[in-house]
């Protein structure tokens, strides 16, 4: 095949090509650009010896970076955000007898932001918690509500041979064990405590609130108070969940 | 691998002309060519050792086609976002010519590249690489590594595009002188 600028005896269509085709001239040699680019490469290759992998410590900086920020605000938002939709204790469902009516409503119970101090200090709070409640063991249903009205509701469906605890009577000891474990407030969950077993000499919650009573009367530094209450305690429940707590607190000068 | 490499070295001096060529009849515009070589040496030097050696023009070809179709792509990008005018440096004065034959070269070129980008990739590198630049045949079907009859369909609708294409460029320029 000729090409078409050789061809350019036809048509005036055909001359007209051929004519354009001849008016451009193929790429000549450039040997000054060739010996530019080679050049070019030598240093690029020199480089390449010179400093390998020199372009990875910025881009390897840079993911560090990046990483660290990324990790630090996922730790931020996770602590201020979703932990806490996940601790939020939901509106509580006390445990009764089909037949007790229905509780007053109350405003949601918390867990305390922080471990309290006293706690801390006390062991009373821990067995307290663990003993009346076994709920507290990692379950799904029982991490969410608030360990102060599980070990309630939990000992109110724990004992059968416990009378039901009157919504009443579970509301006084529940004040009292927010006032002493969310509101450190010892005094006042020693008053709640003392009308309590005053009031129902033979209530449902008489053991737990026995207990708190202990728990609190220490919190004070009242041990006469202390002491009282772990000997009744004693007396009234021998071998009871809080038995090894109160005799503790009974054996202690 | 190292640029000693005589291998390397060798098909340097033997291609680095050819590749000159493919570029312009991909349209790449004069400015870029320089670029654009080192660049496709840079991936032959790279990608050497694995070559089975079976067609050497065609895997350059290759790899100059790809090079260049990458190029295009980030060139576009920065067009958008500097707006950079193109500088042909064919437009650029060098001494050794009069005025008037460098303006007429020019001139021919420019229309040439204007009738040329309205061709398919395929035609057009097909008849620039036989019609301008003087490859046969049989080379160009190397290069492409499609078969003889190929290249010779491929250029005869080229034909038929450049001839329609002059065509309605006379037509135009009588309307409009």
Do not use: C
């Not at chain 1, 970076?65 to 605000?73: D, F, P």
């Not at chain 1, 002491?227 to 009234?236: C, E, F, H, K, M």
């Not at chain 2, 050497?56 to 790899?63: D, E, F, M, P």
């Amino acid at each position: 095949m000729t090409p078409m600028r050789d061809d350019g005896s036809g048509d005036p269509d055909s001359r007209a090509t051929s004519e354009v085709l001849r008016q451009v001239s193929p790429t000549l040699p450039d040997p000054e650009m060739k010996r530019r680019v080679w050049v070019a490469l030598s240093r690029s290759e020199t480089r390449a010896v010179a400093a390998p992998h020199v372009w990875r410590w910025p881009v390897l900086a840079s993911a560090m970076a990046i990483l660290l920020v990324a990790g630090t605000a996922g730790a931020v938002i996770a602590r201020r955000f979703i932990g806490p939709m996940f601790h939020r204790a939901p509106q509580v469902t006390p445990v009764v007898a089909p037949a007790a009516a229905t509780p007053p409503r109350r405003a949601p119970v918390r867990r305390a932001p922080e471990p309290p101090a006293v706690a801390m200090a006390q062991p009373a709070v821990d067995l307290g918690v663990v003993e009346a409640a076994p709920a507290a063991r990692p379950s799904r249903g029982a991490r969410r509500a608030a360990p102060a009205e599980r070990a309630v509701a939990r000992t109110a469906t724990d004992s059968p041979a416990a009378a039901t605890p009157s919504p009443r009577e579970r509301a006084e000891v529940l004040d009292a064990m927010i006032a002493l474990r969310r509101d450190h407030d010892a005094g006042r969950a020693g008053q709640l405590l003392d009308r309590y077993l005053a009031a129902h000499p033979h209530g449902a919650l008489r053991e737990e609130a026995l207990a708190l009573a202990i728990e609190a009367a220490d919190a004070r530094g009242d041990k006469t108070s202390v002491s009282r209450w772990a000997r009744a305690y004693q007396n009234d429940y021998p071998s009871g969940r809080f038995a090894t707590f109160a005799r503790s607190h009974l054996t202690t000068p | 691998m190292r640029l000693r490499d005589a291998r390397f070295r060798e098909i340097y001096e033997t291609w680095f002309d050819h590749i000159l060529k493919w570029l312009y009849a991909f349209g790449v515009p004069s400015s870029e060519t320089e670029d654009l070589a080192q660049e496709i040496f840079l991936v032959v030097r790279r990608k050497l050792a694995r070559f089975d050696g079976a067609n050497l023009a065609g895997w350059l070809y290759r790899i100059t086609q790809l090079t260049v179709r990458d190029h295009r792509r980030r060139s576009w990008f920065k067009n958008l976002v500097t707006r950079r005018r193109e500088v042909d440096l064919t437009e650029l004065s060098h001494g050794g010519e009069s005025p008037e034959r460098r303006y007429e070269q020019r001139e021919n070129r420019r229309i040439f590249q204007e009738l040329m980008d309205k061709m398919s990739e395929k035609r057009r590198t097909t008849f620039v690489l036989f019609e301008v630049e003087g490859y046969s045949g049989q080379e160009i079907a190397e290069m492409h590594d499609v078969p003889l009859g190929t290249v010779w369909t491929r250029l005869h609708h080229a034909r038929k595009d450049f001839r329609r294409l002059v065509k309605s460029r006379r037509r135009e320029e009588q309307k409009n002188p």
